[in-house]
């Protein structure tokens, strides 16, 4: 009998040991998993449909020829030429544009002309076709500044625009135009914003 509880003895110690030596062997990973947050956040973001204008800022051409005001984040890209530069502001939403725009060849205008070269220049670098005919003129006017007004609007009433053009200058060489243009789909809380900055346009 003393042998039977022997052998079940050194077979217990037996399994002992192999159970001992093979946890020491296993090694159990634990799986990654991402922290559950206790609390919510703190503010969710609000979707905006409209690009809100942020504080405005002032844009001063280089030659000090106009100024006006308009929001920061509107990006700007200039382009030089050898008898004309543009300084361009786009919205946020790409829906709109305005631009200053000032010609220089070197030889004095007439000023009975402006009024067809303003025109001339709204068809070529306004429109979408980059031909005349496509921009229709609707309000023409003139200020007391000097500065002559168009209301104008492409001939099929996907975009209009306004500008304002003059000569400056002694000799004067040097036509200016200023132009606000948007498509027909601009939002009228970005239709406000550009009002605002026609509204602020002027002489530094």
């Not at 037996?14 to 296993?26: D, G, K, V």
């Amino acid at each position: 009998m003393r042998s039977q509880y022997r052998i079940l003895f050194a077979l217990a110690v037996f399994l002992a040991i192999m159970i001992s030596s093979c946890t020491n062997e296993i090694q159990i990973v634990s799986t990654p998993t991402a922290a559950i947050p206790t609390t919510g956040p703190t503010s969710v973001p609000q979707q905006v449909d409209t690009p809100v204008a942020s504080a405005d800022g002032t844009f001063v051409d280089r030659n000090n020829l106009l100024a006006f005001d308009l929001p920061v984040n509107w990006p700007r890209e200039n382009a030089s030429k050898r008898e004309y530069y543009t300084d361009t502001f786009l919205s946020p939403d790409g829906a709109a544009k305005i631009e200053s725009f000032i010609y220089n060849d070197g030889e004095p205008f007439d000023p009975s002309k402006n009024k067809d070269f303003a025109l001339y220049l709204l068809n070529t670098y306004y429109s979408n076709s980059g031909t005349a005919g496509e921009i229709k003129i609707v309000t023409d006017q003139m200020m007391d500044t000097g500065l002559e007004r168009f209301e104008w609007a492409a001939e099929d009433g996907s975009y209009s625009g306004i500008s304002f053009f003059e000569l400056r200058g002694d000799d004067l060489t040097t036509f200016l135009i200023f132009t606000a243009r948007w498509t027909s789909a601009t939002d009228p809380a970005m239709l406000d914003v550009i009002n605002t900055a026609i509204a602020s346009f002027r002489t530094p």
